[in-house]
C-alpha cells in the first residue's frame, strides 16, 4: 500500500501521527504478508470515525509500554478438525442458551491461512443478522484499522468467542464462552496465524482465562495456549467509538504486532 493511501486511511481512523520509531531498511525484504513500514505513535483526533474533516495534529503522543514476560495459557491439546465439519457443527449447534434468540450462527470471515487472526466477543445485531462478523459501524472502525496496518480485511481473519448473538447485546455468560470454546480452539488450529489480537475485554479474558481487565492486559504479549501463538489484547472497536481518546492506544498495540510480526518474517 502505498504511504498516501495509508495516511488516508489513518485519517479515516481519525488517527494522526507522526514520528516512526523505525523505518524499513531499503535492503531489507518485504514480508509476505505485513507491511513494510507501520507508524509507530499516533494522536488522536476528536471527530467519529465517519468524519472527513482532519484537525491539525498536535505534539505526537507517545506511550511508553514496559515488556512484559510471555503467559502461557491453559487450553487443551487442538485434535485436527477440518474446515467443512466445524462450519456444519457451528451451524447446528445448541450447546447452550443463546441458539435459542439467534437469526444465525455467525461462524468468522476471513483468509483461511491468515497471519492474523482478530478475535471479538459476540456477535451483534447486524452480525446476527448478516452472519458476518464485525459489521456495522464498530466493523466499519476495525475495517479503517485494519487499514491503518497496511491490510485489508481479507488479508486477517475476524472471528469471535462466541458464534451466537447474546440477547440485547449483553457479555456473553461464563458457561456460553465455555460451550462455545472448542469451536474457535478448532479455528486457530485451522487458521495457525502467527499472531492473534483479541479486541475488548471479554475476549482477552476468556482467551486467557484470567479476570483482568482489558486496561490492565493490553500492552503486554502472551501466547495462545498449547499453539504458543503470541496473542495481543487491546480494546474493543465499539469501545472506540464511545472513547476516541483511547484510539492512541490501541494504534500502539497494532504497532507492536506489525514490530513483532516484521521481526518474525
Ligand atoms: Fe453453540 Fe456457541 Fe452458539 Fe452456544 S454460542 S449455541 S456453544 S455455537
Known amino acids: 500500500m502505498d504511504e498516501t493511501r495509508r495516511r488516508a486511511y489513518l485519517e479515516a481512523m481519525d488517527i494522526s501521527l507522526w514520528q516512526p520509531r523505525f523505518a524499513a531498511s531499503p535492503t531489507s525484504s518485504t514480508p509476505a504478508v505485513m507491511p513494510a513500514a507501520a507508524p509507530a505513535s499516533a494522536v488522536i483526533m476528536e471527530q467519529s470515525v465517519e468524519s472527513t474533516v482532519i484537525h491539525p495534529a ?3 503522543i507517545v506511550e511508553v509500554i514496559p515488556p512484559a514476560p510471555m503467559i502461557e495459557t491453559a487450553a487443551p491439546v487442538i485434535a485436527a478438525p477440518d474446515w467443512n465439519t466445524l462450519i456444519a457443527r457451528v451451524s447446528a449447534c445448541r450447546a447452550c442458551g443463546l441458539c435459542e434468540q439467534r437469526t444465525q450462527t455467525v461462524f468468522g470471515s476471513g483468509k483461511r491461512d491468515a497471519a492474523l487472526m482478530f478475535i471479538g466477543e459476540a456477535p451483534g445485531a447486524e452480525e446476527d443478522q448478516t452472519g458476518e462478523p464485525f459489521v ?3 466493523g466499519k472502525l476495525l475495517t479503517a484499522i485494519v487499514r491503518a496496518m497496511g491490510l485489508e480485511r481479507e488479508q486477517i481473519y475476524i472471528a469471535n468467542v462466541v458464534k451466537c ?3 440485547d447485546n449483553r457479555n456473553p455468560h461464563p458457561d456460553e464462552i465455555a460451550a462455545c470454546a472448542e469451536y474457535l ?3 486457530v488450529a485451522l487458521i495457525q496465524p502467527r499472531m492473534m489480537l483479541a479486541l475488548g475485554g471479554v475476549a482477552g479474558q476468556s482467551l ?3 479476570t483482568e481487565t482489558v ?5 503486554r ?3 495462545f495456549g498449547e499453539t504458543k501463538i503470541p496473542l495481543r489484547v487491546t480494546y474493543h472497536p465499539a469501545y472506540l467509538l464511545r472513547s476516541p481518546n483511547q484510539k492512541v492506544k490501541v494504534w500502539n498495540d497494532l504497532v507492536a504486532v506489525l514490530e513483532r510480526m516484521n521481526v518474525q518474517s
Open 185 to 187: 480452539r478448532e479455528q
Open 215 to 219: 486496561g490492565a492486559l493490553r500492552g
Open 221 to 223: 504479549w502472551f501466547t
Open 165 to 167: 448473538r447474546p440477547p
Open 58 to 60: 498536535p505534539a505526537p
Open 136 to 138: 456495522g459501524r464498530a
Open 208 to 210: 486467557l482465562h484470567t
